[in-house]
């Protein structure tokens, strides 16, 4: 196969990436390992920033998220067993964020490319990576029938996830920077109307405690745990009558219901720099991870792609490299900006076993619930940087 732009992977980057170009006359191959009904049911975040959604409205996948994402236009933070709503909106000058599921995002996206009539091949597992010093990249895969294959390109992107083909390719060439914090998250996904119309992130003596939305029908709840909590252990009873007392407020009542999944996500942080070698790059979670506290995973990497697609135009179309050249030191800008801020909202919302950083990140989150200058820096960093 030879086509100008290969994407290895098709997440909500591959797959945004590919949009842009096709909308720009620019010829991409989409491999993904996984089938059409894994990726678009698989559960992840479900937090866009603004700069997100306008994108997606831009690049025309945005109907059904206009139609069924959930608008907020701030965040509840809750110590002391009171609760204080941060104004986003109030804030940011107008800026909002949108409730709308990782999944249906990418199920948006394959749509839009199905009826392109454009190469998206599933259950197309790469096997590895060639010749990216050469104006030839080649990608090596295997199809759904077991036949192996070569995709030939121009530019090679690695959106294929932390533990992709498109990263390990290029491992030895990277420096790495990661941190891994002492809790995780116990998530669940339950068949009950949300107790609360924003989100609430919530502090307390026994731990941190996230209520998200994912519907009018499906909440989605998560509780601090050890990272090596062992899920059997966790009977429904035990896990809503956990979320009952970190949320317990004076005349606030959590609803309950049916849990339909659950899993234990551990807390880290990863940077791969740089994000460009030769004709393969990086984007998303292939090279950055973040704690989900922050809500950052998937607006990241829909960030990665909004610089990437230009550039790649630019010196496909025209020669000019300016934009490739600057890829990795653009996106990295915002992926340590993203870092930081995920970190602080990660230390100042999760008790720590260490009493002095305990006490310490209690007291900052007090003052930020109280500080009009703090509350704006939260507020400016959640609905996230412009895209442009």
Known sequence: ?????????????????????????????????????????????????????????????????????LVHHGIELQVDATRHRIPVTDLTGGRVIVVYGQQEVVKDLVAARVQSGLPLLFEAECLGIDDIQSDRPRALFRGPDGAEGELECNVLVGVDGAHGVARQAVASRLRVFERDYPFAWLGILAQVPPSTEELIYARSDRGFALHSLRSPEISRLYLQCAPTEDLSQWSDNRIWDELQQRFAVPGWTLKEGPILERGITPMRSFVAEPLRHGRLFLAGDAGHIVPPTGAKGLNLAIADVAVLAPAIVDWLRRSDATGVDAYSDTALRRVWRAQDFSNEMTLMLHSNADEFEDRRQTARLRYVVRSEAAARSIAENYVGLPLR
């Open 1 to 69: 196969m030879r086509t100008q732009v290969g994407i290895i992977g098709a997440g909500p980057a591959g797959l945004m990436l590919a949009r842009l170009l096709e909308r720009e006359g620019i010829d991409t191959v989409v491999l993904e390992a996984r089938s059409r009904e894994y990726v678009e049911h698989r559960v992840r975040a479900g937090v866009l920033e603004q700069g997100t959604v306008e994108l997606l409205n831009d690049a025309g996948v945005g109907e059904r998220m206009r139609a069924e994402g």
